[in-house]
């Protein structure tokens, strides 16, 4: 299947700092890419939908102006997550689609385990 | 609304044993259906999916599911379980009418006792 990756694979920060996580389609173009969050023993829990070129959608209770989104080029999109606080520790998974179609299977990225001291 | 559910949280199972891990779901329409493993250090690999068709849908790492619409059920089965299918398992639903986003439920732990 097709690869992608995330860096960092994890990343521990102050409090009131910004972290940016990216999120690459290694060998195809990716035409949406979806962002999760996963806390320990629980689901995945969609955040926003980003496609290429187009204002990511954010999922209901997911703070836009906490949680930026960038989806610039078929191949890359970041998630920042601006001002963090502990509450934000958890692990982050981003997945990418070459299709606009939920029967074009998603390929997600191992993830990014973010820790706020 | 959209849901998933998956029973069973954690399950464990000898190695050689048969498997099944369950899956309920609620969707207005025709759902689209997966099944997707979590390893460690790993990002989620698909392991089957069900869109139409025959209800019995084989998959990956000998890995099948069945669809029961009258039950609202899409359980995975495995005939014998290794001691590398030790994981986290997902079941999704996908919203077709939603930009195809996937709604996962809460994911069953499966450990294989030697």
């Known amino acids: 299947g097709a690869v992608v990756s995330q860096h960092p694979s994890w990343v521990i920060c102050k409090s009131g700092t910004s972290v940016k996580i990216e999120c690459r389609s290694l060998?195809?173009?990716?035409?949406?890419m979806f962002w999760y969050r996963q806390f320990p023993k629980q689901s995945l829990m969609l955040m926003a939908t980003s496609n290429e070129g187009s204002k990511a959608t954010y999922e209901q209770g997911v703070e836009k102006d906490k949680f930026l989104i960038n989806h610039a080029s078929l191949t890359l999109s970041t998630l920042t997550v601006t001002s963090a606080h502990p509450e934000d520790s958890s692990f982050y998974i981003c997945?990418?689609?070459?299709?606009?179609?939920?029967?074009?299977?998603?390929?997600f990225g191992p993830g990014t385990r973010l820790t706020v001291l | 609304a959209q849901s998933v559910t998956q029973p069973d949280i954690h399950i464990t199972v000898s190695e050689g044993a048969s498997l099944e891990l369950r899956c309920n779901y609620s969707?207005?329409?025709?759902?689209?259906l997966f099944w997707y493993v979590q390893s460690p250090g790993q990002g989620l690999q698909l392991l089957l999916k069900?869109?139409?068709?025959?209800?019995l849908v084989q998959g990956i790492k000998g890995f099948e599911a069945e669809f029961k619409r009258s039950q609202s059920s899409f359980n995975l089965r495995k005939p014998s379980v290794h001691w590398s299918d030790a994981a986290e398992y997902f079941c999704a639903v996908g919203a077709h009418n939603q930009g195809g986003k996937l709604i996962f439920g809460q994911g069953t732990e499966l450990s294989v006792k030697p």
């Open positions: 997945s990418a689609r070459a299709g606009t179609s939920v029967d074009n299977e998603q390929f």
């Open positions: 060998d195809f173009q990716a035409t949406t």
């Open positions: 069900y869109f139409s068709g025959d209800t």
């Open positions: 969707y207005g329409a025709t759902p689209y």
